[in-house]
Structures are given as structure tokens and as C-alpha cells.
């Protein structure tokens, strides 16, 4: 949905998530196709195109995610909250591990399998792109 947002939202969303996908971390600068700006909370779930709304993302990731706020949790049986650009820290519910994205919470644990960020593409890409020393975690 990022085409109907202005531009300046866009470049600010961009600016903010150090051009990067703040999902799995990589830089849009790397990857064939431009990253879009997701609405966390799809409009069709009432969210807005607010700047506290939106979060950027790779076409790999937004994708996935789609209008999603939630998924389920095999381990617990339950239903939980995906991860939040805007409201959560990266870091509590995510850490890198060699190439792969290692869940460190629930809510990391269910983004991790929805997006599936540590299928095989996604681990040789983060590979090859740790040892360019171009993937960072985030503080």
C-alpha cells in the first residue's frame, strides 16, 4: 500500500528504519526490488497511515505478513501478537545467530514461522550478507 502514501511519509518511514527491513534487517540497498511501507495494523483492521502505523519492509516480508496482526504459537496453543516495529525492541524478541533469526520471545517466535525468516533462501542470503559486514543487528 506504500503507492498511496505521500512520498515524505515514505521517505521519512524509510529514514527512520535506516533503510532497512525491520523485520529481517536487510538493507534495501541490497535487494532487487524497492521495500514498501507496511501498515502494522492493516487499514482493513482499522489502522491508519500514521507515522506510529507503519513500519518498512522488504517485498519478501511484507508479503508474508500481509494484513496479519497475529498468529498462532504451536508451543503454547495460543494465539499471539506479531511482532511490533513501533511498540516492541527488536532485540527482546529477536537475535541473530549465525545467519538465522533466533526467536528470543512468543511474539518473536511467531514472526519468525509467519514470515519465515530462516527458510533456506533467507539463511544464505543473511550469510552472504554477514560477510560482506553489511547486516547489523539492531540496538
Not at 9 to 33: D, H, K, M, W
Not at 60 to 87: F, H, Q
Request: with cysteine; aromatic share 6%; proline share 4%.
Amino acid at each position: 500500500m506504500s503507492s498511496a502514501l505521500p512520498a515524505d511519509v515514505r521517505q521519512l518511514v524509510a529514514e527512520r528504519a535506516g533503510f532497512r527491513c525491520e523485520y529481517c534487517l536487510i538493507p534495501e540497498s541490497l535487494t532487487f526490488v524497492a521495500h514498501e511501507v507496511d501498515h502494522i495494523i492493516a487499514i482493513k483492521h482499522g489502522g491508519s497511515s500514521t507515522l506510529d502505523n507503519l513500519a518498512y519492509a522488504c517485498a519478501i516480508c511484507n508479503k508474508r505478513k500481509g494484513s496479519d496482526i497475529a498468529s498462532y504459537d504451536r508451543e503454547t496453543d495460543n494465539v499471539v501478537a506479531l511482532y511490533n516495529p513501533r511498540r516492541d525492541r527488536w532485540a527482546d524478541h529477536f537475535r541473530l545467530e549465525g545467519e538465522r533469526i533466533a526467536p528470543q520471545s512468543q511474539r518473536g517466535r511467531v514472526t519468525v514461522e509467519l514470515l519465515r525468516l530462516n527458510r533456506p533462501t533467507r539463511l544464505a542470503e543473511r550469510a552472504l550478507l554477514q560477510q560482506a559486514g553489511a547486516l547489523k543487528e539492531p540496538d
